[in-house]
C-alpha cells in the first residue's frame, strides 16, 4: 500500500453524523471481487442530490474528508474504505470512527484522524465557508493543519503509525517474517502419512 506521511490537499466537508457504511457504499455494489472501481458509486444515494458537496466542482480531488461523528457506522464491510480510497481519499477526520471502519482504513493506507468536536466543526466550517480550501494532515507530525493555519494534535496507535509511515500492510508484514517462517517450516516435526511418490 501507499506510505502515508504528509497529504496536503482539498478537503471535502461532510457536515453529518453517524454516516453508515451503506451510505457510504451501498449494498448493490458489493458484487464485484476485485477491490478496485468502488470510488464512482461513493455516496450514491446522496450523489443524486446535485447540492452534495462530492458533486461540487470546488471539491473535485478532494483528499481528505471532515465528518461529524460516529463515521462509517453500521455493517462491517471494508468496500466502505475501498470506496473511499478508490475515489481518491488519503485520509478521515472526524470527532468519532466506528472501531471496525477505523481498522478496514488502516489496512489499506487511508488514515483515520479523530479529533474533539470543536476542532472538527473548524475545520468543516473553514472548508464549507471557503469550497476547495486546502488542509494538511501530517502523520509524522502528529497534526492537522486548518486553512487558516489553526493546528490540531491527533493520537494513533504507535504500531499503526509505523505501519502507515511505511506502507506496510498485512502482507508486507508476514513478507518481512519470510527467513523465520521457512526456518519453522523446514523444522518442525510432520506427522501422518508421507505423501512422498515411490518407484
Same mark, same amino acid.
Given at each position: ?51 452534495? &458537496? ?26 466502505? &474504505? ?48 471557503? &469550497? ?14 486548518? &486553512? ?52
Amino acid at each position: 500500500m501507499q506510505p502515508f506521511t504528509t497529504v496536503t490537499g482539498v478537503a471535502l466537508p461532510l457536515d453529518r453524523a453517524d454516516v453508515d457504511t451503506d451510505q457510504i457504499i451501498p449494498k448493490q455494489f458489493l458484487k464485484r471481487v476485485e477491490r478496485t472501481g468502488f470510488g464512482e458509486f461513493l455516496f450514491f444515494d446522496w450523489r443524486k442530490d446535485d447540492a452534495f &458537496p462530492l458533486n461540487r466542482p470546488e471539491y473535485a480531488g478532494a483528499q481528505i474528508l471532515i465528518a461529524e461523528r460516529n463515521f462509517g457506522c453500521g455493517s462491517s464491510r471494508e468496500h466502505a &474504505p475501498w470506496a473511499l480510497e478508490d475515489y481518491g481519499f488519503r485520509a478521515v477526520i472526524a470527532p468519532s470512527l466506528a472501531d471496525i471502519f477505523r481498522t478496514n482504513c488502516t489496512k489499506i493506507g487511508l488514515l483515520p484522524v479523530v479529533l474533539t468536536e470543536p476542532e472538527v466543526r473548524t475545520l468543516i466550517g473553514q472548508t464549507t465557508a471557503v &469550497p476547495g480550501a486546502t488542509v494538511t494532515v501530517d502523520l509524522t507530525a502528529n497534526e492537522v493543519v486548518a &486553512p487558516d493555519g489553526q493546528r490540531f494534535g491527533f493520537t494513533i496507535e504507535p504500531d499503526v503509525r509505523e505501519r502507515l509511515l511505511n506502507g506496510w500492510d498485512d502482507i508486507s508484514l508476514t513478507l518481512a517474517n519470510t527467513e523465520a517462517i521457512t526456518a519453522y517450516e523446514n523444522t518442525r516435526e510432520r506427522s501422518g502419512p508421507s505423501t512422498a511418490v515411490f518407484a
